[in-house]
């Protein structure tokens, strides 16, 4: 009996004095350790042309990015790629390329591997497109040679054959998605269609995109490819060239589109700086972009590494969503309050600079007193932008019969004294009445926050005694 069971764990691969428990330890272990040293290669593909700087593809983006960083923190070999696909020589230039990529690095503070700066030292060839083509056309040559590639006569064009390629492949391609899983497209519908072929090169011999893109997959190595879900239809044509080649597959992950209340793409004025000149912060439009495809849409991300940390693509939604212009407010709200004081100043000045206001910024920049107090206030960076304005240069609003009294009552006081903050008893007033006169002389205006910061801000910086004598001629041209 043990002799014949001896045979059949040898022929299983089963060491009969082993531990099952501890089997399952090791090889848990094993694979997990297996997955540690796992590479995984991302990318962005990013044309220079301003649509990239709509929040529906930076959403995107953003995915893409903590999918290739949260990997690497868990200890795989993981990096992203920026790649800039710029072979339209009538549309791309180099000056938006640069302007699109600072953008993604500089504004969005997002940090890749492999860049247009260090593409050479890194990985020995160039992420632009328009610097490959040499490249590309080695791989249409095969395309060619299999007979599913032609030049049209008549446009110039090098298009690909589906019918042929239905004809000597399949009529069917599966995808691995990693939200739908395996996705079948059928090849078929593009003939039904009326679409027998899909171009690969122009006719000035620059490739198009699902020509390079399968190739720049190929030679980077890249195993995932994040992208919206507008993308889907797509896909078939790059997977077909795919298979033409011989290429190895890659597991994609399509997210979900920001549509309009209509369920349309998003239109207008819909850029990451058109809700910054409108007020809202960076990490608050940032925290709404992620918050409004993954996971549960009530969360916030005042810090976009607590976001990649958390990661799972799990959590990404596979159904499209609507912009939510009052959650983003209500974002927005949450994150002026919390986030640190350094960030939040930093918001105010770019908020300024989008605006034109760079006098102010730079005057914000060298008053600590100044950018102390207003972050003391925590307002909207429209309202600070009133704030600073009121308090360095107040124009001054109408004033009625009554309030005027009241404002003479509180100049006099101030004059007598030579500058102090009076009470509701030195003037014979209520509180209120003080207050909202102090408001008026010292900004101009009847409600302001914490007016008797305003005042010891002017008073510390020399400032008082003129915005007095400021306010008292206000009264007499009144």
Not at 127 to 145: G, N, P, T, W
Not at 255 to 260: E, G, H, I, S
Not at 322 to 337: E, T, V
Request: aromatic residues 10%; hydrophobic residues 35%; charged residues 30%.
């Amino acid at each position: 009996m043990i002799f014949s069971c001896y045979f059949f764990n040898k022929i299983m691969k089963v060491n009969p004095f082993e531990n099952p428990s501890q089997k399952k330890e090791d090889d848990a272990a094993a694979e997990a350790e297996t997955k540690k040293g796992e590479k995984l290669v991302f990318r962005v593909g990013m044309s220079p042309v301003e649509s990239n700087k709509k929040i529906g593809p930076i959403r995107t983006h953003l995915y893409n990015y903590a999918f290739a960083k949260s990997e690497k923190a868990k200890g795989k070999d993981s990096k992203i790629i920026y790649r800039v696909d710029d072979t339209n020589k009538e549309k791309h230039d180099k000056e938006k390329a640069v302007e699109i990529y600072r953008f993604f690095t500089e504004t969005l503070g997002l940090k890749f591997d492999i860049t247009p700066d260090n593409a050479q030292k890194e990985i020995g060839q160039s992420v632009h497109q328009s610097e490959r083509q040499e490249i590309y056309a080695k791989y249409l040559e095969e395309l060619f040679d299999e007979h599913v590639a032609f030049v049209d006569k008549k446009s110039g064009l090098t298009l690909f054959d589906i019918k042929k390629f239905i004809e000597q492949y399949t009529d069917e391609i599966e995808i691995d998605d990693l939200l739908r899983g395996r996705v079948t497209l059928k090849l078929e519908d593009n003939l039904k269609r009326g679409q027998p072929f899909f171009p690969l090169m122009r006719s000035d011999k620059s490739s198009l995109y699902h020509l390079s893109s399968v190739v720049d997959d190929t030679t980077f190595g890249v195993t995932h490819v994040v992208r919206g879900q507008d993308k889907l239809s797509i896909a078939e044509f790059q997977e077909m060239v795919r298979v033409a080649l011989g290429l190895e597959p890659k597991k994609y992950l399509h997210t979900p589109m920001l549509l309009d209340e209509h369920g349309k793409l998003l239109g207008g004025a819909v850029k990451f700086d058109d809700f910054i000149e409108k007020g809202i912060l960076p990490h608050a439009l940032i925290s709404y972009m992620i918050s409004s495809g993954y996971g549960d849409p009530k969360d916030t991300y005042p810090v976009l590494e607590e976001f990649i940390n958390n990661f799972d693509y799990k959590k990404i939604h596979k159904n499209n969503g609507k912009f939510d212009r009052n959650r983003l407010d209500d974002i927005n709200k949450k994150i002026i309050k919390g986030v640190s004081p350094e960030v939040y100043l930093e918001s105010v000045l770019l908020y300024f600079s989008k605006n034109n206001k760079n006098h102010l910024a730079e005057q914000l920049k060298a008053d600590d007193d100044l950018a102390k107090l207003l972050i003391s206030f925590r307002r909207r960076p429209e309202e600070s932008l009133d704030i600073v304005e009121r308090i360095l240069n107040p124009q001054y609003d109408k004033v009625d019969d009554e309030k005027r009294r009241v404002l003479i009552s509180v100049l006099d006081y101030l004059e007598k004294t030579g500058g102090e903050f009076p009470s509701a008893k030195d003037v014979n007033l209520d509180k209120k009445s003080v207050y909202s006169a102090m408001m008026w002389i010292l900004v101009g205006k009847n409600v302001f926050p914490n007016i008797e910061k305003v005042f010891d801000y002017l008073k510390s910086h020399n400032m008082l005694i003129n915005r007095i004598a400021t306010a008292k001629k206000q009264i007499e041209i009144q």
